[in-house]
């Protein structure tokens, strides 16, 4: 005991401690082995994890049954919220895990209220989180097309564009509302565009359509937010216009309308009337001007004509570029082509071991690679050590 006082072990610790047992033959000390020193860390512990991050939601959600895959919430919504905000965090996940998802809820799922409050629980998310009315969209169009649920109260799609109805028809309060209504109503037009893009609804004849009756709301949520030109509705305005400008004008010029002709007219006579701020006309004529150049798309050949040099003008835009010998650059598109072409092709022998994309098409030991020297020259490798020298002592000033 004195001896692990002197040793600084506690006497307590005498039945831990290891000691070197050579028989009664041995007369010399034993010595006391000090204990190896254990951590409380683990790899699971919190710290390790960003803030807000369930870290059961993978273990639960990734069991192959549906009952272990429900076990530890407490509700069908903390099961769906839970899933959600993993989404938000991770939205690469969502190929991966979507199917899963969607076949739980085709386990839970089995009641109208349920599927009423799945809807509510996605739009609060697609309103209310910054950056997941995409993925939001994207999560609505596959839940309208894999859950098996169709009550008589309506289907999954039916239920979400009643409950963005609700918010439609609030359109004009809304655009006059204080602040924090309006950016609650700019997050739902958003959403909304964002669903218009993405929600496949299937036709009569099997053909993949958007929804038409959303066509219609966007061009109605435009009218409100001109109609009460201040600097956050026009600016929400401007955001729907970029996302779904070319697709909407593409609509209606297929249905004969100039509604895009009357709203780039709408957008000049506030640039000229209204009082908003010079940020905010600024970004009204960039849209217009964006409008003006067919809403950035490229101009391209008809599908039904052969692409040619002559009616394409990106005809050579994917052409790889060459180098004659004096190291001019030069592609399919130089008149001279053919000739510096060939030119090119009569130095290949100096290259024999590479196609004419550059693969390596030598083996190991091949004799025109043993003979390479990449050692420095002299010359270059005195140069090269100066300059070492001087950027260290440049450094160390």
Same mark, same amino acid.
């Given at each position: ?70 076990? =530890?919430?407490? !509700?069908? /919504? @903390?099961?769906? %919220?839970?899933? &959600?905000?993993? *989404? ?117 004849? =099997?053909?993949? !359509?958007? /929804? @038409?009756?959303? %066509?219609?709301? &966007?061009?109605? *949520? ?123 092709? @009569? ?51």
């Amino acid at each position: 005991s004195e001896h692990l006082q002197k040793t600084g072990i506690p006497s307590g610790s005498q039945d831990k401690v290891s000691v070197l047992d050579s028989g009664p033959e041995m007369a010399e000390p034993q010595l006391a082995v000090d204990p190896v020193a254990t951590s409380n860390l683990s790899a699971k512990a919190p710290e390790f994890y960003p803030s807000g991050y369930n870290q059961n939601f993978n273990q639960n959600f990734t069991d192959s049954s549906l009952e272990d895959r429900c076990d =530890g919430y407490l !509700t069908l /919504a @903390e099961y769906v %919220q839970d899933f &959600l905000n993993h *989404l938000t965090e991770q939205p690469g996940c969502f190929e991966t895990e979507i199917e899963q998802f969607a076949e739980t809820l085709n386990g839970c799922v089995i009641a109208d209220e349920a599927l009423q409050e799945l809807v509510e629980l996605i739009y609060q998310q697609a309103t209310s989180v910054p950056n997941f009315s995409y993925m939001g969209a994207r999560l609505c169009n596959y839940l309208s097309h894999h859950l098996t649920i169709s009550p008589q109260s309506g289907n999954f799609r039916q239920l979400l564009l009643q409950r963005c109805r609700t918010e439609y028809e609030n359109r004009d309060e809304a655009t006059k509302g204080d602040e924090a209504t309006r950016k609650q109503f700019h997050a739902f037009v958003l959403f909304l565009a964002e669903l218009y893009l993405n929600l496949e609804i299937k036709g009569t004849k =099997g053909q993949v !359509t958007r /929804a @038409e009756i959303l %066509q219609e709301g &966007l061009r109605e *949520l435009l009218n409100a937010l001109f109609s009460n030109p201040v600097d956050s509705n026009l600016i929400c305005a401007v955001k729907l216009l970029k996302l779904t400008g070319s697709v909407l004008e593409d609509a209606w010029k297929e249905k004969g309308k100039n509604d895009m002709e009357e709203m780039i007219q709408r957008i000049e006579n506030v640039v000229l009337d209204a009082n908003c701020s010079r940020d905010v006309k600024h970004m009204l004529l960039k849209l217009v001007e964006l409008r003006s150049s067919n809403w950035g798309r490229v101009h391209g050949t008809t599908p039904h004509a052969e692409a040619t040099p002559e009616n394409d003008p990106n005809y050579f835009m994917n052409e790889p570029t060459f180098y004659t010998s004096d190291g001019v650059p030069f592609t399919a598109a130089d008149p001279d082509y053919q000739e510096k072409y060939q030119e090119l092709l @009569e130095r290949e022998d100096l290259f024999p071991y590479y196609e004419e994309n550059g693969a390596d098409l030598s083996g190991p030991g091949e004799l025109y690679f043993d003979e390479i020297d990449d050692e420095m020259d002299p010359e270059i490798e005195e140069a090269y050590e100066k300059f070492c020298l001087e950027s260290e002592h440049n450094r160390k000033q």
